[in-house]
């Protein structure tokens, strides 16, 4: 038995091979929409973080937006001339960060519209390359002045690259949680 889930596992793990026997593709297809949901959930998380700093700092609650802008302080430079803000209060991160993160959120939320949620084959990595371009692009022309960017230039590339990322993490999300079963099973 041990050696027939082994040779399972090789069949639909080997790059080489991408037959998945017809009795697996249900259970696989539930596992893909329970990874997705999980990713999903999790970025969902992290924009919330994000707009929950300024709501509770607005309402004065410290005891929850200090730790999240300390949080976000590893990851953002939190400039406030370069941030959104609600309720007087600016984000926990950039407009640009925001960006890429709501893109990211966007982009897993839109995913199962596009593309079969249990393909696992990655797109070609130039489209995520070729989504640096805008984001590149904008903080290169501010750098040598050669024009200041805005608060929407700014969330618009980040917007893009996010999207992008979550094309690339939702299959390698999927397939780690596939490898990890079948790992399971084998042992």
């Known amino acids: 038995m041990r050696e027939d889930v082994s040779n399972l596992t090789d069949q ?8 998945i026997p ?14 997705w949901a999980v990713g999903l959930a999790i970025v969902a998380l992290w924009v919330a973080a994000i707009l929950a700093a300024p709501i ?17 302080s590893y990851i953002c430079h939190q400039m406030p001339g370069r ?6 209060e600016q ?6 960060c925001f960006g890429v993160y709501f893109g990211l959120f966007f982009g897993f939320l839109i995913y199962p519209l596009w593309r079969r949620i249990d393909e696992i084959e990655p797109l070609p990595r130039f489209w995520l390359i070729l989504s640096l371009f805008p984001i590149g692009i904008d903080w290169s022309l501010t750098i040598f002045g050669i024009w200041e960017n805005t608060f929407l230039s700014r969330f618009v590339t980040g917007l893009i ?12 999300i999927v397939e780690i949680t596939r490898n990890f079963t079948f790992r399971r099973r084998a042992a």
């Open 91 to 96: 984000f926990g991160v950039c407009s640009r």
């Open 12 to 19: 639909i793990t080997s790059p080489d091979s991408v037959y």
């Open 161 to 172: 690259l996010g999207v992008a990322c979550a094309t690339f993490i939702v299959p390698a």
């Open 22 to 35: 017809a009795s697996l593709v249900p259970a696989l297809r539930r596992q893909a929409w329970k990874a």
């Open 83 to 88: 941030s959104f803000h609600v309720e007087g």
């Open 56 to 72: 509770a700092k607005a309402n004065g609650d410290l005891a929850v937006s200090t730790p999240l802008y300390h949080l976000f």
